[in-house]
């Protein structure tokens, strides 16, 4: 162990003199172009462009001397390559002003001194170490989405090469029954008011909704959060803690399989895993710490049933846990769950058609399953977590669990992570709701997306395509050149608060989150960067609210992104 810790030293310390040797070389480019200097009048005629390359090249070098070394520290044998092609750039460069030089057109002003302290080497080196964490942190959270998306297409090929005329069925039905269901609610007629600049529009309007918080003086999460934050956050985090609920995000995530752990993986750990053949069982036991002969149900593979929710149940008998992990959205057939937004009659209320029928499927497939385990380890506590459709089945699924008289004096929670609004009203099922909690990672829009929710925002967009903005005007606000006239500040207001008709029956208004609360994490401006802090959000204010526009709403929805968050939340 000494021996190892010894090697890791030394290689650090060969990495950080090669990072200062090129930073040298680069400084000392810079340093060069910046002393060269054009002689009179015939200098002039013939290096007239020496002038523009060295106001072009100073930033450049100097962007370089930050970035360059430590990228190349990172990319194994790149500060070798570096340091060569430095080095050949430096000699052909002396070489070149030689020549030139011994005409007297070209000079070195040799008063330009450089004089780098070793305390000055210091602070360049710590700011390439921060320009480089936050160019991989970058570089890796953009592989780890990417591989995400992979995952989406090789689970929809393989899921339509395996049930081919099953699926075109069931996508028909899934189609038509999404285009009655927006006709039926209204989104079609809605939608012809929005104009041909839709991305344009929405981009405004994103604005245009954070000029309405800044005039409120407001953060997006403030309306919404429940009344009483200090007894709320004792009540939810003393039920719910948050190394817990991040410890089962990673089932949740590992329901996703082979890509969403890879995925994972490489936004959270940067490393890749290219391991081939059939390592979906290998990959979730490593993602979950869950020996694989106690993944006892094992249903998360991209060609299984497409009539079934993908999970899989796992037995924790280090914390004495049943996991039921239920994936979220990944193919063309989850889609059409969650778009096919119609709502059905349940405990009293109403719910989402789709997401609770699959549900409700899912808890007929594996309950008895389940139940068989917790009579096996009387002590063990259930535990149902899901990110997404995932969340959302998680939040159906512990309704269910209150009507199973099998579960009667038994222990279970739901961690559901991003569930989208599945219930209404909440008042029915407010005592069934203790026993799940709902969890939002920033900008995420997935928990705020209802029938309803998508109704507002399309008449905001109508609103703002309807605005009297020329095409200058418009790009001025979308660059912050100018800002958002208050009357149309308020008119969006208005919109996005003042409550939708019920266009049908089968299409309730204001669809909820059916959890305890909804454990928000936002930036904490108060630390800085990259860290967050837990705030209690309350359904009904949400699901009244609606849909905030921002440009990360959809990558803060990868379950990657999620576990990202809660190392770093507090």
């Known amino acids: 162990m000494a021996a190892a810790t010894k090697t890791a030293e030394k290689e650090a310390t060969r990495s950080d003199l090669a990072m200062i040797d090129i930073q040298g070389q680069l400084h000392d480019l810079r340093l060069d172009m910046r002393r060269l200097q054009v002689n009179g009048l015939a200098g002039n005629l013939f290096f007239w462009w020496v002038h523009p390359v060295k106001f072009l090249a100073d930033p450049v070098f100097e962007v370089a001397e930050l970035i360059v070394p430590a990228v190349s520290s990172k990319v194994p044998f790149a500060d070798v390559l570096v340091d060569v092609t430095l080095g050949v750039t430096e000699a052909v460069a002396h070489a070149v002003f030689g020549v030139t030089a011994s005409t007297g057109l070209i000079s070195s002003n040799k008063e330009l001194e450089d004089v780098r302290t070793l305390s000055q080497l210091q602070a360049l080196k710590d700011q390439s170490d921060v320009m480089k964490e936050k160019f991989l942190n970058a570089l890796y959270e953009e592989a780890g989405k990417k591989q995400f998306l992979l ?231 259930l535990i149902v977590c899901g990110h997404s459709l995932g969340g959302g089945s998680t939040c159906v699924v512990n309704l269910l669990l209150h009507a199973d008289e099998r579960m009667q004096g038994r222990k279970w929670r739901a961690f559901a992570y991003a569930s989208p609004p599945v219930c209404v009203p909440l008042a029915n099922v407010a005592k069934e709701a203790q026993t799940c909690v709902n969890y939002i990672n920033q900008y995420d829009g997935v928990p705020f997306l209802s029938g309803d929710s998508v109704r507002h925002q399309l008449a905001m967009i109508a609103a703002v395509n309807q605005a009297d903005l020329s095409l200058i005007q418009r790009g001025r606000i979308l660059l912050g050149l100018d800002s958002v006239d208050d009357s149309l500040i308020a008119k969006i207001h208005d919109i996005q608060r003042k409550p939708h008709p019920v266009a049908k029956p089968g299409f309730p208004s204001h669809m909820a989150v059916p959890a305890m609360g909804n454990v928000w994490m936002v930036p904490d401006k108060a630390i800085g960067n990259h860290q967050y802090k837990a705030v209690i959000a309350d359904s009904v204010k949400m699901s009244e609210t609606g849909i905030f526009i921002h440009k990360d709403d959809l990558a803060d929805h990868l379950p990657a992104r999620y576990e990202y968050v809660f190392k770093r939340v507090r």
Not at 230 to 243: N, S
Not at 355 to 368: K, N
């Open 151 to 381: 995952g989406v297409h090789e689970s929809a090929f393989q899921s339509t090469s395996t049930h081919r005329d099953e699926l075109l069925e069931l996508m028909y039905q899934g189609y038509s029954a999404l285009y009655n269901f927006a006709n039926d609610a209204g989104i079609f007629e809605e939608a012809q008011e929005m104009g041909h600049r839709f991305i344009e529009n929405k981009a405004l309007l994103g604005v245009i909704q954070q000029a309405d918080l800044n005039k409120m003086k407001k953060e997006r999460f403030e309306e919404m959060l429940m009344d009483n934050q200090t007894v709320a956050k004792r009540q939810i985090l003393d039920k719910f803690p948050l190394q817990e609920a991040a410890y089962f995000m990673k089932f949740a995530t590992a329901a996703y399989g082979d890509n969403g752990i890879k995925s994972s993986k490489i936004d959270n750990e940067h490393e890749f895993d290219w391991r081939k053949g059939d390592m979906t069982a290998t990959r979730v036991s490593e993602h979950t710490g869950i020996p694989t002969n106690d993944l006892v149900s094992f249903d998360v593979k991209y060609d299984g049933d497409i009539q079934q929710l993908r999970h899989f149940v796992a037995l924790d008998h280090k914390r004495k846990k049943v996991v039921l992990a239920i994936r979220g959205t990944y193919t063309h057939r989850e889609a059409m769950i969650d778009f096919n937004g119609y709502s059905r009659d349940f405990m009293g209320g109403e719910s989402h058609a789709a997401i609770s029928i699959m549900a409700e499927r899912l808890w007929d497939a594996v309950g008895d399953n389940v139940i068989g385990w917790m009579d096996k380890y009387q002590d063990y506590e």
